[in-house]
């Protein structure tokens, strides 16, 4: 019989908790309600926490939460709550780390048993219908939690309370303060290396998640010690994510990861985030080494995201599912007769050559489209030069996109989150800027503006979390601001707009206020003055998405150098100091905190032009790959402390090149600006 009457979360704006305000379950959103019907009934919380992009969570809502009998016993004897970790990635961090503790592994849906006091003492992931590859069925999960909580309900506690005191040390607890030294980042980087895939790239077996920030970090230091050994393990990466299934090669744009270790077969829902951190490495790597490849996947992504990803009014949407029609990855996939429908036959021959795809499927009895070999072999074969095959396909791609856009297509996830918004804007400003992508900076401007007037509530100094159907809500995290403060740094300098620069100064100052740690060593998760959990914790690790701690301390080293507030800067290098131990232990789980850190013990250098700057110095700035150098020109206030005594005839570009207090003599040529740069350090003129 279908249920038709709807729980609590249909009054919700998260798409994810919408998708399940018709189950039988009584479902509650987070919050005061819950807690205190729990507390008042002495029953325990059933916490289900997942998003809307995840194949599993759709599993377990048909299989368990659609199931009248499932149903009855959560309504019996729990207080169930469901939580989009999207829009609460402080309950998320909390009790996945709980789940970790007590089972070793982690992952969504995540399934947690609290006290009506919030302390968990048992929880898992994905729990099958019935018992099945060694897991329990959730049935059986749900009458075992029942009976322990009636007869053993003291032990239970017990059990509760020595995690949380676990939880505790592992979230809340500041580290050891140490030093970095050359040989500290040597070996941070010998021991990823070491862990490098030779063939396909990436670091470790399946599944393999894109490693976006431990490439941006290893672009800085290989920019600063080049490294034959550092290139091939960025190249080799970048080269097999985009000739894998994982990058969608008919619109752009990559999936979350790859099931396999050679970047195959995705798990094919399309996050924000990855896009927006993937953009920004591309385009890095495509400046760095001067690879049309990269700037080709830069281009073809940005071209995803403006044309799939974003609200008609600017900021962007989170995500696309993996299922469509109830089956995963249908909308991405081909079989050999489809492709030979759509193309005339010799075009579809060259197609299925390039794109590996066969009679009998690659995959499951179908193929996802991925590249097994060098263009260059197949234009070869094929009596082609390279470009005239690239032109080809391009043209064959388009088709064939034309084709799947007749399809049913996945969900789209339309909430709008600030510090996945602030991820793409970081993405899209460098492709826009540094590789002129058509409409890439102008798309970073409409969506920061629209961030700004629609985020953060100036009266009340409060930036926050998530937008749907013209509802803000939720008080925003350390991600939220530390994230946009480095993207309206970037637009500061890339747009040549000090306003962004000035906002992104009023963020922090909020921030400091909201999230620092009383003993200075890092940022909280969540702010003072907002709801309480169990304990108050930090966000130390860069998994997924960077840490919320990363981007504030990434972002006090960049404002002190842009506004000269040198204890900003004391502060950033304290707080790392406390974090290299997890840094140079675990580089690949602290990609950002490397490079707020690389930027905070190295030397850096600020390139100040005064004047109405043109093509030729903005052609000198895109070309050039310069992860230290901060660059201002453009509108900014004279008295600017970069600025100030440095004002030439607005007729006249006037550069200079400082580091700290030393300053190369000034040019008015684009060319010995160069020379400048190439020379290394500033020194001192005689």
Known sequence: MTHTKPNRLIQETSPYLLQHAMNPVDWYPWGPEALEKAQSENKPIFLSIGYSACHWCHVMEHESFENPETANLLNTHFVSIKVDREERPDLDSLYMTAVQMMTGRGGWPMSVFLFPDGHPFYGGTYFPPADRHGLPSFNRVLYSVAAAWKDRQAELRASAVALTRSLEDVLSGALPEGSFSDEDWAGAIRQELNRLDPVHGGFGGAPKFPPAMLLQFMLRYDHAHPDEQVQKAIRLTLDKMAAGGIYDHLSGGFSRYSVDAEWHVPHFEKMAYDNGLLLRVYSEAAIRFQDNGYHQVARETTLWILKDLTHPDGPFYSSFDADSEGEEGKFYTWTQAEIDLALPPEDAVLFRSVYDVTEHGNWEHTNVLRLTRPLAFHAARAGLSPEALIEKLSNLREVLLNHRKQRIPPARDEKILTAWNALLIHGLVHAGFHLQVPGAMQASQRAGQWLWDQMYDQNKAVLYRSWKDGKRKIPGFADDYGHLILAFTDLAMYSGDQRWADRARELMTVALKAFLKEDQTGFWMGASGEETLIIRHQDGYDNAEPAGNSSLTWGLVVLDRLFVIPEWGDLARKILRH??????????????????AWMA?????????????????????????????????????????????????????TAWRCSGMQCDLPVTDPANLEQQLNAGPVRKPS
């Open 579 to 596: 974090q290299h131990q997890r840094i140079v232990q675990s580089l690949s789980a602290a990609g950002w905190q490397a490079c707020a």
């Open 601 to 653: 013990f190295h030397p850096g250098q600020e390139v100040v032009l005064s004047g109405t700057i043109g093509d030729s110095w903005k052609s000198l700035i895109r070309k050039r790959f310069e992860p230290q150098t901060l660059w201002l020109w453009g509108d900014w206030d004279p008295t600017h402390p970069l600025f100030r005594d440095r004002v030439a005839d607005r007729s006249t570009v």
